[in-house]
């Protein structure tokens, strides 16, 4: 089946410090969709970008479906980023269930 | 607030028994996901349902049955309980189109088993 890799495990950082992270699958993919889940456990989507760019806020993400990768990017990282990062994809051909990453552990010190 | 609701937020029970966890999903999404969050893990994908029919099953022990009702909610029953299913149990719902659609997550139910 379809590998889904992410990079780094972990992060630490200090306020204020743009990151990135990438999510790397080793199949084609329907979509792909980026979570973040806070530190008490409360999950959110972040993105669904199955291919090119999108932006909201202080994050952006971008999908190369030809080369099988995403970038998930942080910009003027705050406390509140902390927590991990989650990339998810459907392969082709799946029966509708995305498969997840190990996700990035990313920690923002005041 | 992703108005996925899930009850109860802490459950704590001992092992051989038996426990149903609930979800309702966002106002118009007829799919729902169930999956299982082990400790400081990766989340494990048990089963979907789309408009009351099983569409896709993961890892999902025998023990583990689930089921959506007419009105769309969805019950995840647990049953012969062992120490290893303690973990967090998510639901996740979304409007359920030909591709996974975006997922929007309960806040979980947290199952301890002693």
């Known amino acids: 089946g379809i590998q889904v890799e992410q990079s780094p495990p972990d992060l630490i950082l200090q306020e204020g410090a743009n990151s990135t992270l990438r999510c790397n699958f080793s199949d084609s993919v329907n979509n792909l969709q980026w979570f973040h889940q806070n530190p008490w456990g409360q999950l959110i989507n972040l993105f669904y970008i199955p291919s090119g760019t999108k932006q909201n806020g202080r994050l952006s993400a971008t999908t190369v479906a030809t080369e099988r990768y995403s970038l998930l990017y942080i910009s003027s990282s705050q406390t509140t980023d902390s927590g991990v990062y989650f990339c998810a994809v459907d392969p082709r051909g799946s029966n509708y269930q995305l498969i997840w990453g190990a996700g990035t552990k990313l920690i923002i010190k005041p | 607030d992703s108005g996925v609701t899930q009850t109860p937020k802490h459950l704590i029970t001992a092992t051989g028994q038996r426990v149903t966890l609930r979800c309702s999903p966002r106002s118009g999404d007829l799919s729902v996901y169930w999956y299982q969050q082990s400790l400081d893990q990766g989340l494990q994908f048990l089963i979907q349902y789309y408009n009351g029919e099983e569409r896709a099953k993961g890892n999902i022990l025998e023990r583990f049955s689930a089921q959506q009702f007419p009105d769309l909610h969805s019950e995840l029953n647990l049953s012969s309980l062992e120490l290893g299913d303690s973990a967090l149990y998510f639901c996740?719902?979304?409007?359920?189109?030909?591709?996974?659609?975006?997922?929007?997550f309960g806040p979980g139910t947290r199952l301890t088993v002693l």
């Open positions: 996740a719902s979304s409007g359920g189109g030909p591709y996974t659609d975006t997922q929007y």
